[in-house]
T-cell receptor
Framework: DTGVSQDPRHKITKRGQNVTFRCDPI?????LYWYRQTLGQGPEFLTY????????KSRLLSNRFSAERPKGSFSTLEIQRTEQGDSAMYLC????????????FGSGTRLTVV | QKEVEQNSGPLSVPEGAIASLNCTYS??????FFWYRQYSGKSPELIMS????GDKEDGRFTAQLNKASQYVSLLIRDSQPSDSATYLC??????????FGTGTSLTVIP
């Protein structure tokens, strides 16, 4: 296991279409996070899983966004009815339990909505 | 709303010099502090973590934390062109979510 894996690396979609991204965390990490980053900004928190339980979700997150982590392994992030404002880098990160450790980020999925 | 402030830069230093990056945060209950390096078009990479007041050194990097002043900094000694990147400061209280600054762009001039 060489790190956090995200798929696809790039996604171009037309406005109004649904998209789904996948994240495979480091196998021994039970915490999984999704962040979104736009140009010139730091990553912005979207949601957090501990094992299969979604424990936190950003209040800024539209109800068009949904995330799952069945069986506490990989996670998917779905965006329904995409808008141009959804264009961003979507970053997945994982960490072991213990708030004193930092995240390991995946390579990200760059979404472009046209 | 927890805020993390960083000077956006760009910060330019000559090769071999010390680069100093600063970060302030608004939430006094923040417990853990991190510095990430992000190359253009890449994802952030963790380079330093610090939890207690004082200095923490790791190779050419030194993180400094002052909780009373709500201030954390990163010093890069003997800066190299490969250090040219954006440096993100992140803080957390529970670890459930990290709050990131907008980053400081560093350019090391050969």
């Amino acid at each position: 296991d060489t790190g956090v894996s995200q798929d696809p690396r790039h996604k171009i979609t037309k406005r109004g279409q649904n998209v789904t991204f996948r994240c495979d965390p480091i196998s021994e990490h039970n915490r999984l996070y999704w962040y979104r980053q736009t140009l010139g900004q730091g990553p912005e928190f979207l949601t957090y899983f501990q094992n299969e339980a979604q424990l936190e979700k950003s209040r800024l997150l539209s109800n068009r966004f949904s995330a799952e982590r069945p069986k506490g392994s990989f996670s998917t992030l779905e965006i329904q009815r995409t808008e141009q404002g959804d264009s961003a880098m979507y970053l997945c990160a994982s960490s072991p339990s213990g708030f004193w450790v930092g995240y390991t980020f995946g390579s990200g999925t760059r979404l472009t909505v046209v | 709303q927890k805020e993390v402030e960083q000077n956006s830069g760009p910060l330019s230093v000559p090769e071999g010099a010390i680069a100093s990056l600063n970060c302030t945060y608004s939430d006094r209950v923040s417990q853990s502090f991190f510095w990430y390096r992000q190359y253009s078009g890449k994802s952030p990479e963790l380079i330093m973590s610090i939890y207690s007041n004082g200095d923490k050194e790791d190779g050419r990097f030194t993180a400094q934390l002052n909780k009373a002043s709500q201030y954390v900094s990163l010093l890069i000694r003997d800066s190299q062109p490969s250090d040219s990147a954006t440096y993100l400061c992140a803080v957390t209280d529970t670890g459930n979510q990290f709050y990131f600054g907008t980053g400081t762009s560093l350019t090391v001039i050969p």
